[in-house]
C-alpha cells in the first residue's frame, strides 16, 4: 500500500485519546505535576462510535475508582474529563494527589502528541 492510500485510511478512523495528568504536593502556590501523557485506547469507524466509547471509558473509570486505605473523590467536567482526589485514610488535612483524565476523539491521523500532521 502507498503513503498516500495509507494516509487516507487513516483520515476516516476516529482514534480514542487519553490525556492523564498526574499532580503531588499541593501547596498555597497550587499543584506540582509530576507526569503528564497520552495513550491511545482504541479507534472507530465514525466519530459518533468513538464518542460512544468515550461515554464508555468515562463510566467504567468512575466505578472503578477505589483505593485501599485512600478516600477518593471525583468529579466529571464536560463530558471528557474525570478528576480524581486521593486523601489517605484517616484523613489528613488535606488532598495529596490528583489525576486528571482527559478523554479526546482525533481524526486518526492526529496524534495529540505530535500535533497535526504537515
Same mark, same amino acid.
Given at each position: 500500500?502507498?503513503r498516500?492510500?495509507a494516509?487516507?485510511i ?6 480514542l485519546?487519553?490525556h492523564?495528568? !498526574? ?6 502556590? %497550587? ?9 491511545l ?5 465514525t466519530e459518533?462510535a468513538c464518542?460512544?466509547?468515550?461515554r464508555? !471509558?468515562?463510566?467504567? $473509570?468512575a466505578?472503578?475508582?477505589? $483505593?485501599p ?6 468529579l $466529571?467536567r %464536560? %463530558?471528557?474529563?474525570?478528576e480524581?482526589?486521593f486523601? +489517605?485514610? +484517616? +484523613? ?5 494527589s ?6 479526546v476523539?482525533?481524526? %486518526?491521523a $492526529?496524534? @495529540?502528541?505530535?500535533? !497535526? @500532521?504537515s
Open positions: 500500500m502507498d498516500q492510500a494516509r487516507l487513516l483520515l476516516l478512523v476516529w482514534a485519546w487519553a492523564d495528568q !498526574r499532580f503531588t504536593n499541593l501547596t498555597d502556590t %497550587g499543584w506540582d505535576a509530576e507526569s503528564s501523557t497520552w495513550t485506547l482504541g479507534s472507530s469507524s459518533a464518542r460512544d466509547a468515550l464508555e !471509558r468515562i463510566e467504567a $473509570v466505578k472503578e475508582a477505589v $483505593v486505605h485512600v478516600e477518593v473523590h471525583y $466529571v %464536560g %463530558g471528557d474529563t474525570i480524581f482526589y486523601t +489517605p485514610r +484517616p +484523613p489528613l488535612l488535606a488532598t495529596v490528583a489525576q486528571v483524565l482527559r478523554y476523539c482525533l481524526p %486518526g $492526529v496524534d @495529540p502528541r505530535k500535533g !497535526r @500532521p
